[in-house]
T-cell receptor
Framework: EPEVTQTPSHQVTQMGQEVILRCVPI?????FYWYRQILGQKVEFLVS????????KSEIFDDQFSVERPDGSNFTLKIRSTKLEDSAMYFC???????????????FGEGSRLTVL | KQEVTQIPAALSVPEGENLVLNCSFT??????LQWFRQDPGKGLTSLLL?????REQTSGRLNASLDKSSGRSTLYIAASQPGDSATYLC??????????FGAGTILRVKS
């Protein structure tokens, strides 16, 4: 069964360093998302991406964050200068859009745990 | 602002029991509601999706209902098994194509 894959599964970095989290959404899906979950807290929306541009972003998604779809398969989240409070599990998700009958169902990856020291 | 609340926060039941998890949301203007399962340190597995026009969805031992006007959904698990132990998350899809999540119910099924 097709799935969303994320790498790395866990990354430890020093405060102030740049981090890139990678995702391969399900093939033929059209909408892509990043969510995050700080330990013990709710899953929060960060950004949605469609047709090679950001369609919506939350107030969390400030200038330190960026997303990119550099080729036909990868979808990346970059954190430019990490802070301690960026420590969280980051989830990538995708949605087929019209190709999938537009049910609106989101399919999530296993997550990338980011630890900022 | 949409808020999603899940009750109870944690639940421990003996194997074989039928159980109900509750989810409520403050704004009835939703597109759909999705129930997920999350195992410790793992990703989110979609269990059931209910469109705003639907009343319920079933998959195996799981049944989810939606009462949009009252802002409530329930997830019913029949004949619970130890393998059902996990955190169950409810999320509503609102305008702008994003999900708003509840904090989850931690379920433990004892053998």
């Amino acid at each position: 069964e097709p799935e969303v894959t994320q790498t790395p599964s866990h990354q430890v970095t020093q405060m102030g360093q740049e981090v890139i989290l990678r995702c391969v959404p399900i093939s033929n899906h059209l909408y892509f998302y990043w969510y995050r979950q700080i330990l013990g807290q709710k899953v929060e929306f960060l950004v949605s991406f469609y047709n090679n541009e950001i369609s919506e972003k939350s107030e969390i998604f400030d200038d330190q964050f960026s997303v990119e779809r550099p080729d036909g398969s990868n979808f990346t989240l970059k954190i430019r200068s990490t802070k301690l409070e960026d420590s969280a599990m980051y989830f990538c998700a995708s949605n087929p859009g019209l190709a999938g009958g537009y049910t609106g169902e989101l399919f999530f990856g296993e997550g990338s745990r980011l630890t900022v020291l | 602002k949409q808020e999603v609340t899940q009750i109870p926060a944690a639940l421990s039941v003996p194997e074989g029991e039928n159980l109900v998890l509750n989810c409520s949301f403050t704004d009835s203007a939703i597109y759909n509601l999705q129930w997920f399962r999350q195992d410790p340190g793992k990703g989110l597995t979609s269990l059931l999706l209910i469109q705003s026009s639907q009343r319920e969805q079933t998959s195996g031992r799981l049944n989810a209902s939606l009462d949009k006007s009252s802002g409530r959904s329930t997830l019913y698990i029949a004949a619970s098994q130890p393998g059902d132990s996990a955190t169950y998350l409810c999320a509503v899809k609102i305008g702008g194509n994003k999900l708003v999540f509840g904090a989850g119910t931690i379920l433990r099924v004892k053998s």
